[in-house]
């Protein structure tokens, strides 16, 4: 059948390539090109050092709830542990969570949920972009995110925070 190889003269598979109709003309709209832009925000972020500040959004703006506080927590879990040779070895981590509102032609449209993490004094943390269309919904998961990673809950604000053990503990960054 189209597309599956056949036996070539020394054994190996042949591959076939599918025939596809007309390329579809590029979209030039002012949309499409902003899409395409910001395809690989996640991906860079990968590449360059951590800040705190950076939304990762390229045009984004950080959501602010209606105490004022901004959806930004940097959290860290220390971890100490001894080394083969006897010296201490620090394997503390850190996660961050942000709630990005988009810029530009997506403005008031479309919110991002971006974490980060990795081990701290990492040059190239991982980063995760998930994309929602109701801003409800990425609430919804920037606090269950923030209740995972804590066992707090991010709507009763930093001054009510309690550390538990095994979980990571909120960094004021101002």
């Known amino acids: 059948s189209e597309g599956e190889g056949e036996e070539g003269e020394e054994g190996g598979k042949k591959k076939r390539r599918r025939q596809s109709g007309p390329r579809k003309p590029k979209d030039t709209s002012g949309w499409a090109q902003e899409y395409r832009d910001r395809f690989g925000y996640a991906k860079d972020a990968r590449s ?3 800040d705190h500040k950076d939304l990762v959004v ?3 703006t950080m959501m602010l709830g209606v105490n004022g506080l ?3 927590a940097y959290l ?3 971890r100490i542990e001894e080394g083969e040779e006897g010296e201490e070895e620090d394997l503390s981590k850190f996660f961050s969570i942000k709630l990005v509102e988009a810029g530009g032609m997506m403005k008031g449209e479309k919110w991002h949920v971006v974490t980060q993490w990795g081990k701290i004094g990492t040059q190239k943390p991982g980063c995760n972009v998930d994309d929602y269309n109701d801003l409800r919904a990425a609430k919804a998961k920037f606090n269950d995110e923030f209740y995972k990673k ?3 809950s991010w709507s ?3 001054d009510t925070f309690r550390a538990h053990p095994d979980k990571y503990s909120l960094v004021d960054m101002d």
Request: no cysteine; charged share 35%; hydrophobic share 10%.
């Open 48 to 50: 360059r050092e951590y």
């Open 58 to 60: 390229p045009g984004g």
């Open 70 to 72: 901004e959806f930004n």
């Open 76 to 78: 860290k879990l220390e």
């Open 150 to 152: 804590t066992k707090n």
């Open 156 to 158: 009763t604000g930093p």
